[in-house]
């Protein structure tokens, strides 16, 4: 958590870290990521096996270079198989010899799914990664019976149909997937089976029972709005409640473990970009009352594990310059870079309430990281994600922020109505071996912020320090010319630290 003061245009600046007041532990899933059947992320992206270039390509097809990058982030767990595509997605299709998988219309990317990666390619490619899978059910026009075939195909050591369907495909053991999303976006009017509330909420619950049935190890992911909405508010007031009947009389488990909500910003103005990411803030603050609030009213026993947060999609997006149905490969600049800085400054500030994060996506679909026929693309947003990746993990710690604020508008709207945003945007984190980092965005387009640093004491040594700026707002790396990367340096912790205009820095010392 950091706590801020605003002050008045032209006062100086300040920030103070308290290394010690650890404030709540950071779960490392918040670095997950995110493939879905859409544009090159699957096809072209995380498999390539026509591709000229045979020393990037595995065994499998997969490319080589991706499978290095995710490894470089250490992603913890990877969303799978959409997102909007799997809302038509039957899973069987994509089982069995791949020369007798049929080949389907594609209905929310309007295109052709071929089903040559399905299921035990997918657990095939996280296995060579070192990630868990998170696998997302169908509530378009999928059915509870296909639901549980699924789970059971996946998850069973039984003498049993669809275990055993797995084991005639080459795999013996279970797979044990833990993560199971019930639907996505089930709200959205660009669904196949766009739901009400109160259809998706008994739609859910019910589902969410028989899973547990056959598998009670499993966590169950609510399909949540954006955390602000009355959808989320009527989802959580419904499925959050003392039901023990699926859950062996259970005094300390419930049928619903997380509540996903999603969220993309973005804006054309580099400033009101940078720092459009604050409004997830506030809202996983607000989703985080409305679980209490449903716990509170049903009498959730405290015993049961409080329900966090799944923000399994997020990321700058806008979905009207990178299109959908064409892909979505957004190009990244300078200020997007800033705005995945402060994403993640987020994450880590809410580290309480936040189960899992997942970046959408991990690769060519609006992602760091872009294919090409000769390699990999790392466009600017890949840099502060790698920094927080290597970095802020451990706890979040108490950080206190004082300077002056942005007037203008925000995008969206309602974000300054609801809080004041200061230039400077931070967070700290204290590691196991008492490495703290702290990240600050100085989102100033040409203002400089210097200050000495409170709490920020090294005996011997050095303050390492990592930075991420470019020449101007909208530089990128798109075309493969790396215009925006990290510089490193040293610093002897003496006197003031200057933070650029518009710029990411992270600061780390040994406590
Ligand atoms: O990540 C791209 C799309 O954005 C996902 O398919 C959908 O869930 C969201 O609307």
Redesign the pocket.
Known sequence: MTTFTALPAGEPASIAVHPTRKLSPINPNIYSGFT?H?GRCIYGGLYDPANPNAHLIDSHGFRKDVIEAMQQLKVPVVRYP????VATYHWLDGVGPREKRPRRPEL?WAGVESNEIGTDEFMEWCEVVGTEPYLALNFGTGTLDEALAWLEYCNSSSDTYYANLRRQNGHDKPYNVKYWALG??CW?PWQVEQMTKEAYTSKAYRWAKALKLLDPTIQLILCGQDGTSSWDFHTLSTCLRPDVHALGGSATSSLIDMHSI?MYTASSDPVKNAIAPRAAERAIEICAGLIDLARIENGVLPSVPRQLICFD?WNVWDPSRAI?SEG?EEKYTLSDALAVAIWLNVFIRQSKYVGMANI??SVN??SPLMTTETGLIKQTTWWPLLLFCKYMKGWTVATHVSCDVYEGPTEPAWLKGVGEVGWLDVSAAVDEEGWVSMCVVNAHLNEAQEMEVEGLSVKDGLVEVHEIGGKAWDVSNADGTQRVGIEERKWDAKGKFKFPAFSITMLRWKT
């Open positions: 879905e859409m959409g997102g909007n595509f929310a996505n976006e959205g999603h999609e959908g979505a959408a996506q679909v609006i």
